[in-house]
Nanobody, 119 residues
């Protein structure tokens, strides 16, 4: 079983930056993707950014140009650098790892870390 632990959330003002980090409890030989999602009160969880196994990086349009996702295989981390934060970025941010399985893929989620951006 893979456990994911996020850190780095907090309260900032609009225009400031935060860096989120997610650490896996163990190394995994094959990973489909590593990414970040977020959920605001009353809304569904939404995609933020992902790194695929071939190195392809994708971002949600709302964060493109402001957020940067990165991974470190030795440290087993996936980080999200968030710049020029906006009030609409306020949400609980979740780390996600997808691992191939016999019937498709398994989803692993962290417990979430709160990011609050004030005007």
């Amino acid at each position: 079983q893979l456990q994911l632990v996020e850190s780095g959330g907090g309260l900032v003002q609009a225009g400031e930056s935060l860096r989120l980090s997610c650490t896996g409890s163990r190394g995994i030989y094959r990973i489909t993707s590593r990414g970040w999602y977020r959920q605001s009160p009353g809304k569904q969880r939404e995609f933020v950014a992902v790194i695929l196994s071939d190195g392809t990086v994708k971002y949600a349009n709302s964060v493109k140009g402001r957020f940067t996702i990165s991974t470190d295989n030795v440290k087993r981390t996936v980080d999200l650098e968030m710049n020029s934060l906006q009030v609409d970025d306020t949400a609980v941010y979740y780390c996600n790892v997808k691992v191939p399985s016999g019937v498709g893929e398994d989803d692993y989620w962290g417990q979430g870390t709160q990011v609050t951006v004030s005007a």
